[in-house]
């Protein structure tokens, strides 16, 4: 295999096709159905699917033989399945979802989630690096090992639309194609994260998730404060001591054993030498304000914290009127988004279970609490890696980004992974990806670094390669 033309054709198919797509594809406000619960009606989905589906199959007839179909399942998300027939008998898995974020605040001057803007290496915008390119980076590595007849295996990639809102119509799809699909002996999966820009990052695990709406109801209707305070218990600060059955407000660190898992030995280690790779990195990456620290200096912890442990977030909140309009009233009703990131080979829905039963039993005062489960994804833990792909990833690494290849486990979660890994337990990953630091997927001035995006397509490339080469495996 030629690596230079590789680099060339990837490159060049990046600037003058890719590129101008993701443009394109950042204007679409397509969000994940939990966060635009009438996307159907709302028609920007089909949008999304039909510009991925356009450029997709103007490129089938590089690809000898690949079909492209729209899967769309009843009362569900869509699907895009496409199929590149290859030589032998292994199937490879791309894998990669359509589907956005909501807005978030705080997007910068002239930057916006529906505003695509290119500024030197970095396209802004919602969803083009969490995870639009991800179909084009699939296409443009097998077109370019077609553009040399370089063989490899059946590949057959999957795009979905529902893995922000955590895959919940995904595992309908696998059963439906299940047939077609076949038995991948690599599933290779372009939707993590990156720990810098200068070299090939290989994630090794991710986090499960697990959360919902709680709410605590103290009262039919609001009353005056000035009345009711020190008769009627407020419902925030119930919220606050439910919420202390879960976190400790001092330290963050989630109190129930049941939500921790053992952390692998092999783990550790890995996570000492990322955390001496990325040094203050680490933490320098997240836009502090000026004199904030981190929850602690110890970096190996602090890539512990993200990787292997439970985690909390309080990411919304309803029942309180904003600023401007806050009368002195004692509300009758709080509610938060609980969003709980759980250890890689926790059991998400067991898990999910127990944070409901932990926070509705015994509510104080006999407050009305409920606890609305949204979520209930598992995490994954990588099987140990194949010698052929360690050596791949090795020397993908190097001759693509000109250093060697880095291994970290990542604190966000791929519901489809832990399915897969569960499925498919023979499967090797290449798991990876262009969300590296500042790049702020799900936050505001998210953007795709170019380079990464054009790299990581080679790097797919040439590991798709080795994968078909019977010696090397
Ligand atoms: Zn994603």
Redesign the pocket.
């Known amino acids: 295999m030629d690596s230079a033309r590789i680099t060339r054709y990837i490159s060049d198919l990046w600037d003058a096709e890719i590129v101008p797509q993701l443009v394109q594809y950042i204007r679409i406000p397509n969000k994940s159905p939990m966060f635009d619960r009438d996307w159907a009606a709302h028609g920007y989905m089909d949008a999304a699917v039909q510009l991925m589906e356009t450029w997709a199959r103007s490129k089938l007839s590089q690809l000898t033989g690949a079909t492209l179909e729209v899967v769309r399942l009843e009362g569900r998300t869509p699907l895009i399945y496409i199929e590149v027939p290859g030589q032998g008998d292994d199937t490879v898995v791309l894998y990669?979802?359509l589907d956005k974020?909501p807005e978030m605040t705080g997007w910068s001057e002239g930057l916006g989630p529906w505003t695509p803007v290119q500024k030197g290496d970095k396209l802004y915008g919602r969803g083009g690096a969490?995870?639009g390119y991800a179909i084009f980076g699939s296409l443009a590595a097998l077109l370019a090992l077609r553009e040399q007849g370089v063989p490899h295996a059946r590949c057959v990639i999957l795009i979905e639309a529902c893995?922000?809102s955590g895959s919940y119509d995904l595992p309908y799809y696998v059963d439906h194609l299940a047939p077609r699909i076949g038995n991948p002996s690599l599933v290779v999966c372009l939707?993590?994260g990156c720990g810098n820009y200068d070299q090939l990052w290989l994630t090794t695990s991710l986090r499960g998730m697990t959360g919902g709406e709680l709410t605590v109801q103290v009262l039919e209707e609001g009353v005056h404060s000035g009345d009711a305070s020190g008769v009627v218990p407020s419902s925030f600060r119930i919220l606050r001591e439910l919420l202390s059955r879960l976190e400790d407000p001092e330290t963050g660190r989630i109190k129930p054993n049941e939500l921790y898992a053992d952390i692998p030995q092999q783990r550790i280690e890995q996570a000492k030498s990322a955390a001496g790779v990325l040094g203050k990195a680490i933490y320098q990456k997240f836009p502090f304000v000026e004199g904030m620290q981190p929850v602690t200096e110890d970096l190996t912890e602090l890539v512990l914290n993200r990787t292997w442990r439970p985690q909390l977030a309080v990411t919304g909140v309803d029942g309180l009127p904003p600023l401007e309009s806050a009368g002195n009233v004692l509300r009758p009703k709080t509610s938060v988004k609980l969003s709980l990131r759980v250890p890689p080979t926790l059991d998400g829905a067991k898990a999910g279970e127990f944070v409901k039963q932990l926070l509705e039993q015994d509510p104080p005062y006999g407050a009305k609490v409920s606890f609305k489960l949204e979520k209930d994804g598992s995490g994954w833990n990588a099987p140990p890696l194949s010698p052929w792909l360690e050596q791949a990833v090795a020397e993908a690494s190097r001759q693509y980004f000109g250093a060697p290849a880095a291994y970290m486990g990542e604190g966000?979660s791929?519901p489809f992974m832990g399915m897969l890994g569960a499925k498919f337990p023979q499967a090797q990953f290449l798991i990876t990806?262009v969300?590296g630091p500042h790049s702020n997927?799900h936050g505001p001035n998210e953007f795709l670094h170019i380079p990464t995006g054009k790299k990581v397509s080679m790097v797919v490339a040439e590991v798709i390669a080795r994968h078909f080469q019977p010696h090397s495996r």
């Open positions: 990669g979802h974020q969490d995870d893995e922000e939707d993590s966000g791929i990806g969300l997927a």
